[in-house]
């Protein structure tokens, strides 16, 4: 006899002893009433003016909003997004975190974000399931080793714990990885990072945005800018080096601002536009592929440069595979059979046992990528237009401490120690951040 899923719920709930309000068929009535269920954040109005207005609602612009309102007491703050909150990249990566980067800036900077990741839960008080199980960088050529160890070498001199380990160690992390010396590509060696792992970015997005709405912030989903307007710069309509920024204009109207700050991935570069500026930046898109679920087996993050791949298992048993970036510019965000064919010849040489698996869905996001593969942060020749761009295929692990150091240059109006190597001068002075080394795989 079919039994109802609201029953099914109902006594397994009850069995558990929950207080009756949190009843399955509870859950399930407001659910499919959606009556009374509490928003997460308001939907207010969009205002004619704000102090500061944020452009890009993921993780880098949410977190930017939050921590002026709690750590600078900024809250007349709106955040702008053309779809909704975490539909960019936020909602496309793969969710790794680590800090096992090649340059000091890097290092220093990525290990901020993960501190404030491990935090994350207890400060913002939502799950948001951030997972420490370790992160293994495959070497399959000497050079490759190289590279490893130099990297383990600049992590260790901050005190990252980053260590390179052979073949031994490697299988005895992750037995399912073939380092027989029979593969075409024979493991030589691993960077392991132990404090890197996964965390659920869908959760990191609703909990900067739920706890930014509790300080204050305006978000406005489905609010794209059109313009941005300055006043005062050589260019055409007062903009360009020299200008100072007045507002935004968006599909809902125009809005006044003191500060207005580009957070976008994959429309950076237009945005800037807009204020009259250029930036340094290609946009390619960067494809990821998810399988049916399986028991848990693959207990770590693995990455292989050399076989262009990423794979880490989520906790409901999902295999989550990425690429290297596509090798066209693009903002088309659709997928390629050549990447699921790569894909699946590259994992099979690493690991065999996965062959009968099935892959359930492909996705894109895109990648906003500099010359020397690091963002760029702070302040631009245009006053009051700030910028948090430029993350290549590191902006999801670096969303926390972009907002929370982008928080406190608008605060302080000076820019903080962390972000100074990352200003967009370093392409006039010749002062790059060559971070290419510490991919995850080829850009
Ligand atoms: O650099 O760790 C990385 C990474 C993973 C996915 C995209 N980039």
Same mark, same amino acid.
């Given at each position: ?183 075409? @590509? ?110 848990? %087996? ?21 295999? &989550? %595979? ?50 020397? @593969? ?26 926390? &401490? ?19 190597? %990352? ?15 510490? !991919? !995850?795989?080829?850009?």
């Amino acid at each position: 006899m079919p039994v109802r899923l609201s029953a099914v719920i109902r006594r397994s709930l009850a069995k558990r002893r929950l207080a009756p309000r949190y009843s399955g068929a509870g859950l399930l009535w407001r659910g499919v009433r959606n009556s009374s269920w509490p928003r997460v954040w308001r939907e207010p109005p969009l205002k004619k003016s704000y102090d500061v207005v944020v452009i890009g609602g993921g993780v880098h612009g949410l977190a930017t909003a939050y921590y002026l309102a709690a750590n600078h007491g900024i809250t007349d703050v709106a955040v702008l997004d053309k779809a909704y909150l975490g539909s960019g990249g936020s909602g496309r990566n793969t969710a790794i975190v680590r800090s096992n980067y090649l340059t000091p800036e890097g290092v220093a900077f990525y290990d901020r974000s993960l501190e404030l990741y491990n935090t994350m839960s207890a400060d913002l008080n939502l799950n948001v399931m951030f997972s420490e199980r370790g992160h293994l960088t495959l070497a399959h050529t000497d050079s490759a080793v190289r590279t490893m160890r130099w990297r383990a070498e600049v992590n260790k001199l901050q005190n990252i714990d980053s260590s390179v380990i052979g073949p031994a160690e490697i299988s005895r992390i992750a037995p399912s990885l073939d380092t027989s010396p029979n593969t075409r @590509y024979p493991i030589l060696a691993a960077l392991y990072h132990p404090p890197g792992g996964t965390i659920r970015h869908d959760a990191v997005v609703w909990a900067y945005a739920r706890a930014a709405d509790a300080h204050g912030v305006d978000m406005h989903q489905k609010t794209e800018v059109i313009d941005i307007t300055c006043e005062g710069g050589e260019g055409p309509d007062g903009k360009g080096p020299g200008a100072k920024v007045t507002g935004v204009c968006t599909s809902k109207g125009d809005v006044s601002a003191r500060v207005v700050i580009n957070c976008t991935a994959g429309w950076a570069g237009l945005i800037a536009a807009m204020a009259g500026l250029k930036l340094p930046i290609t946009t390619h898109p960067l494809q990821a592929a998810v399988t049916e679920p399986v028991k848990v %087996f693959l207990p770590t993050v693995v990455v292989s440069g050399s076989l262009h791949v990423y794979v880490s298992q989520t906790d409901r048993g999902e295999l &989550v %595979f990425g690429a290297s970036v596509d090798p066209f510019a693009t903002y088309d965000m659709g997928g390629t059979l050549d990447f699921t064919e790569e894909l699946a010849g590259h994992v099979l040489e690493l690991m065999p046992a996965v062959s009968e698996m099935r892959l359930l869905r492909q996705w894109a996001g895109l990648c906003d990528i500099t010359p020397d @593969y690091s963002p760029v942060m702070g302040f631009t020749p245009v006053e009051g237009f700030l910028c948090d761009v430029g993350w290549g295929t590191y902006g999801f692990k670096a969303g926390p &401490v972009s907002g929370e150091q982008l928080a406190k240059c608008v605060a302080e109006q000076a820019t903080p120690e962390l972000i100074s190597p %990352f200003a967009l001068s370093r392409f006039d002075s010749g002062m790059l951040v060559g971070e290419k080394g510490a !991919a !995850a795989v080829g850009h």
